[in-house]
């Protein structure tokens, strides 16, 4: 099991960037995956980007080119960097580990990130 901590939400403007941080405690070294997700209101909860222990990473569809997802050598924390976001993006984005051996996979708080002009 592991525990994740979201940080970095907040409010911003159409065109803006945010970065988003998940610190990950706990069973760090089962760990295969990390990424995002985000639920906007009224929406489903929709992927957002994935990166592998290896460090590949995968984005949801339109998202990559304005979104990144990244780390530093360490399997945590992982950032999501958004840039020129658009009001569609306004979501609760959610951090989730994936780890092995593990059917359920962990899942953070929350942050919130608010686009509006």
């Known amino acids: 099991q592991v525990q994740l901590v979201e940080s970095g939400g907040g409010l911003v403007q159409p065109g803006g960037s945010l970065r988003l941080s998940c610190a990950a405690s706990?069973?760090?070294?089962?760990?295969?995956?990390m990424g995002w997700y985000r639920q906007a209101p009224g929406k489903q909860r929709e992927w957002v980007a994935t990166i592998t222990r290896g460090s590949n990473t995968n984005y949801g569809p339109s998202l990559k080119g304005r979104f990144t997802i990244s780390r530093d050598n360490a399997i945590s924390p992982v950032y999501l960097q958004m840039n020129s976001l658009k009001l569609e993006d306004t979501a609760v984005y959610y951090c989730?580990?994936?780890?092995?051996?593990?059917?359920?996979?962990?899942w953070g708080q929350g942050t919130q990130v608010t686009v509006s002009s």
């Open positions: 706990g069973s760090i070294g089962s760990i295969d995956t």
């Open positions: 989730y580990a994936h780890l092995r051996g593990v059917a359920n996979d962990s």
